[in-house]
């Protein structure tokens, strides 16, 4: 196991993605520090990673609350002494054109996608710097690199992360710390269940693996960039989206 001795956290990990990322990081060895809103989901997601013969916890948070992410990270540290891997993955969607589109769901969208990684990254650093060993894995999307109508607001969280991702890949590299993000295109998971069948079909001519990904395809992307195999990776964007988007 890749991971063993290694402690990571993994936001909006209560379904989809970011539990798919949470099994896949406990898997290969890492004690996961499991958040999100969502209590009772991320208590069965402790227990099945117990049964697995992992170690897990579960430290609930909004990640549009700024204390919350303190609390939550301090707790975290508290209870496995160390965070080495952050998996930046809570993230929702408030589609609408821009001209009927609410400042409030601007405001949510950008607060629960884009400002909750940098203040989940300032909670961690400290704990990576420390040990000189750190991975951050931020999860954008297809939409953040070449934009989607109806989706200002979103598309604009995910392109920030990834202006994110590569200026803390700078500033933390020299301590062993890599950043980098994954762009997922389309995944099945509740977050595209809403999408109507037209929308599906149309997306999937775009996909040159000619299927939707599923939530493990971008969970082995996480393990890997987590692993030491990809220590010489830094500020990377790494599609994973079947060919949807390509150079
Ligand atoms: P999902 O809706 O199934 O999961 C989102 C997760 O984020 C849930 O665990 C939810 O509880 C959590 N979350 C949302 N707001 C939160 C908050 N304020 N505080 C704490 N947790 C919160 O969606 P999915 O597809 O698993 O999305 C995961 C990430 O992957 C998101 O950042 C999404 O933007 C991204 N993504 C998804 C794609 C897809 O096709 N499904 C494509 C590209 C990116």
Same mark, same amino acid.
């Given at each position: 196991?890749?991971?063993?001795?290694?402690?990571?956290? #993994?936001?909006?990990?209560?379904?989809?993605?970011?539990?798919?990322?949470?099994?896949?990081?406990?898997?290969?060895?890492?004690?996961?520090?499991?958040?999100?809103?969502?209590?009772?989901?991320?208590?069965?997601?402790?227990?099945?990673?117990?049964?697995?013969?992992?170690?897990?916890?579960? $430290?609930?948070?909004?990640?549009?609350?700024?204390?919350?992410?303190?609390?939550? #990270?301090?707790?975290?540290?508290?209870? $496995?002494?160390?965070?080495?891997?952050?998996?930046?993955?809570?993230?929702?969607?408030?589609?609408?054109? #821009?001209?009927?589109?609410?400042?409030?769901?601007?405001?949510?969208?950008?607060?629960?996608?884009?400002?909750?990684?940098?203040?989940?990254?300032?909670?961690?650093?400290?704990?990576?710097?420390?040990?000189?060993?750190?991975?951050?894995?931020?999860?954008?999307?297809? $939409?953040?690199?070449?934009?989607?109508?109806?989706?200002?607001?979103?598309?604009?969280?995910?392109?920030?992360?990834?202006?994110?991702?590569?200026?803390?890949?700078?500033?933390?590299?020299?301590?062993?710390?890599?950043?980098?993000?994954?762009?997922?295109?389309?995944?099945?998971?509740?977050?595209?269940? #809403?999408?109507?069948?037209?929308?599906?079909?149309?997306?999937?001519?775009?996909?040159?693996?000619?299927?939707?990904?599923?939530?493990?395809?971008?969970?082995?992307?996480?393990?890997?960039?987590?692993?030491?195999?990809?220590?010489?990776?830094?500020?990377?964007?790494?599609?994973?989206?079947?060919?949807?988007?390509?150079?």
């Amino acid at each position: 196991m890749s991971l063993s001795g290694r402690v990571a956290l #993994v936001t909006g990990a209560s379904q989809g993605i970011g539990r798919a990322c949470a099994l896949r990081l406990a898997k290969e060895g890492a004690a996961v520090a499991v958040a999100a809103r969502n209590q009772e989901k991320l208590n069965e997601l402790v227990s099945e990673i117990t049964a697995a013969g992992g170690k897990a916890a579960a $430290f609930p948070l909004d990640v549009s609350d700024e204390e919350q992410i303190k609390s939550a #990270v301090k707790a975290a540290i508290a209870q $496995f002494g160390k965070i080495d891997i952050l998996v930046n993955n809570a993230g929702i969607t408030r589609d609408q054109l #821009v001209m009927r589109m609410k400042r409030a769901d601007w405001d949510a969208v950008l607060q629960t996608n884009l400002t909750s990684a940098y203040l989940s990254i300032q909670q961690v650093i400290g704990s990576m710097l420390k040990q000189r060993w750190g991975r951050i894995i931020n999860i954008t999307s297809v $939409f953040g690199q070449m934009g989607q109508a109806g989706q200002a607001n979103y598309a604009a969280s995910k392109a920030g992360l990834i202006g994110l991702t590569m200026a803390i890949a700078r500033e933390v590299g020299s301590r062993n710390i890599t950043c980098n993000a994954i762009a997922p295109g389309f995944i099945e998971t509740a977050m595209t269940a #809403v999408l109507s069948d037209e929308f599906k079909q149309n997306a999937l001519k775009q996909i040159p693996l000619g299927r939707v990904g599923t939530p493990e395809d971008v969970a082995s992307a996480v393990g890997f960039l987590a692993s030491d195999e990809a220590s010489y990776i830094t500020g990377h964007v790494l599609n994973v989206n079947g060919g949807m988007l390509m150079g």
